[in-house]
């Protein structure tokens, strides 16, 4: 399977096109957007469609800057997965998630109690596959998403609780920008940054 995985758009439509032109072009068989689809809730017109027209499938978790009520209409309006607490199995592999950041907004900030629940919920479901992808907006603790990030940016303790615990294959994840297109391993998990310019995933 070959994957763009994208996160961070935060509102910006020339950038969904381009991206969804470069879903054509490199043919991928599914988009993976990692959260923070808009800017402080603003509008979210025209950063799903551009990948639909390329019949492209997307699945999503929101971020720190996607409130609920935004989140459930991408989800309704566009018949897109939304893997916040959930999980899908597409062609035998496995992808589980959940969106929102620990202690910062403005929108969607989330506990860590939630953020473990979410991802123990979602994983349920999938625990059987050879192959899982975790898809999370915020970076887990002990990576190099915690040193290359704004003060303010906290790492997730539960993210890397969930990768110690359930062993995913893949991590993508989003939320700091500093850290675009850096790949590293925690434990047997690769762990990617992919924000806004994207990152192809072969799997």
């Known amino acids: 399977m070959k994957i763009l995985a994208v996160g961070c758009i935060h509102g910006d439509i020339l950038k969904v096109r381009k991206l969804a032109e470069r879903a054509e ?22 950063l799903i ?4 027209k390329k019949n492209k ?5 929101p971020g720190n800057h996607d409130s609920p009520e935004t989140t459930y209409f991408l989800q ?5 997965t939304n893997l916040h607490g959930y999980s899908v199995s597409i062609n035998g592999i496995g992808f589980f998630g959940c969106g929102g950041a620990p202690y910062v907004g403005p929108i969607m900030a989330i506990s860590e109690k939630e953020i473990f629940q979410n991802l123990e919920k979602s994983h349920e479901k999938i625990k059987d596959l050879n192959k899982k992808i975790m898809v999370t907006h915020a970076h887990p603790k002990g990576g190099i998403g915690e040193n290359l990030a704004h003060p303010i940016i906290k790492p997730s303790k539960s993210i890397r609780k969930a990768i110690d615990k359930f062993k995913p294959d893949i991590l993508l994840y989003g939320h700091v920008h500093e850290a675009q297109g850096i790949e590293e391993i925690i434990g047997n ?15």
């Open 25 to 46: 072009k490199e043919k991928v068989d599914l988009v993976v957007l990692c959260g923070d689809l808009t800017y402080a809730d603003t509008s979210s017109e025209n």
């Open 49 to 52: 469609g551009p990948f639909l």
């Open 57 to 61: 499938r997307v699945l999503f978790v």
């Open 76 to 80: 309704d309006h566009y018949k897109i």
């Open 189 to 203: 998990t690769r762990v990617i940054n992919v924000c806004k310019e994207g990152v192809i995933v072969n799997v």
